[in-house]
Structure formats: C-alpha cells, structure tokens
C-alpha cells in the first residue's frame, strides 16, 4: 500500500541554483551519471547494452583513505550526523578528483578509494598525482568538522594510503553494476592506508 500526503516547499530541500545537489540530479536525469560513475569507455559500452571484460593496466597508483575513530564517531553521532559529515568530506574529494585528474573508484563507507593513469594517459605523473592528491585530501579533511552543530566534536582526520602498479579492472554484477580494480596493487595501497598513522 502507498500513502500519500500533501507536500508543500518548506517539506522538501531547497534546490540551490548553483548547488551540487542539483547539479547532480540534472546529470542523472539526463543520463550523464554514467560518466560520472564508470570510465569513459566503461559507460559507452554499458550505454550501447554491451558486456564489458576485465582489462589489465600495468602501471597505475591507487590512493586509499579512511576516517580516524570513524567507529567511534559514528556511535557518538546520528546516523544522519554521520551521512552529513561523509558528503563534507567527499564534496571536498570530488573537487579534488577534478584538480588532479584522479578517477574516484568508489566509496564504502568511510573508506574512499581513487587512481591514476587508468582513464587517461598519465604514465609519467600517476604517482606524484596521487601524492599531491594525498596530501590535499589530509588537508581538505583536516577542515571538516565532524559535527557541524558541536565545533568541540573536532575535525576530521584521515589515514591514506598508497600504491604503484598492476591492476585488472571490471564491472562486476548487471542489477546495481559495481566498477572494481582487482589484483595485489590494490591491496597493499589497503594495507598501507590500514598500517598508517
């Protein structure tokens, strides 16, 4: 069974005419999600209803990142506290992604997952490219507070982690289709975000 209700504006979120909110529901009602989502090549293919088979890149850097405390903060905010503080954090990421040209694999949680030289030719910056991204991604979440309604809660803090070489990437399911980088340059670039301070 379905209820309705009557909504007025003051029910919904406003719709900024600059926001990234809106910016982000135009693209996905005009179908350019896909090219937000998978790389360029990944989303023409899916677009034209073809499968797509697992590519090997043989040099790449994988950045990796996670909150410090995350289970923590998480039992000491709402959930919604939480949802709040992640898209601070990942707005400043994806503003990052465009500076360095870094491809955003994806997110789970609090861990956020980037490369280079897998969509474009970077052969000879990939690594000083995630390094600067690093280094801005520390400093970006260094100024995210973590609950915006209590600035005593703090800032957020990061750990990062990252790697050079091989990887095989794929879209792995057809209902909710995931893009992953698979082979052992991903995980160590996790065991060193896992093993830093």
């Known amino acids: 069974d379905m ?5 007025t ?5 406003p719709l900024l005419e600059d926001s990234p909110n809106l910016r982000l529901r135009t693209q996905v009602a005009q179908g350019d ?7 360029k090549a990944v989303a023409d293919k899916l677009k034209a209803g073809q499968k797509v088979e697992p590519e090997t890149h043989n040099n790449v ?6 909150i410090v405390r995350f289970t923590d903060i998480s039992r000491a905010l709402s959930p919604v506290k939480v949802c709040n503080m992640l898209d601070r954090l990942y707005l400043a ?3 990052l992604t465009t500076k360095h040209d870094v491809f955003k ?39 995210i507070l973590i609950d915006e309604d209590d600035p005593d809660a703090g800032y957020v803090h990061i750990r990062v982690g990252l790697h050079s070489g091989a990887v095989v990437s794929n879209v792995i399911g057809s ?11 991903v995980n160590t670039a996790s065991r060193m975000e896992s093993l830093s301070l």
Not at 3 to 7: D, Q
Not at 33 to 39: E, G, I, R
């Open 9 to 13: 504006a003051n029910d919904t979120e």
């Open 175 to 185: 209902l909710n289709p995931r893009y992953g980088l698979f082979g052992d340059t």
């Open 105 to 143: 694999v994806e997110t789970i949680g609090d861990a956020w997952m980037g490369v280079a030289n897998l969509e474009n030719d970077q052969k000879e910056t990939h690594a000083k490219r995630i390094a600067l991204f690093a280094i801005d991604a520390v400093a970006a979440a260094s100024r």
């Open 93 to 95: 990421f994806d503003a």
């Open 61 to 66: 850097t994988i950045f990796f990142s996670d």
């Open 33 to 39: 999600m896909l090219y937000k989502v998978f790389p």
């Open 3 to 7: 209820i309705f209700g009557e909504m």
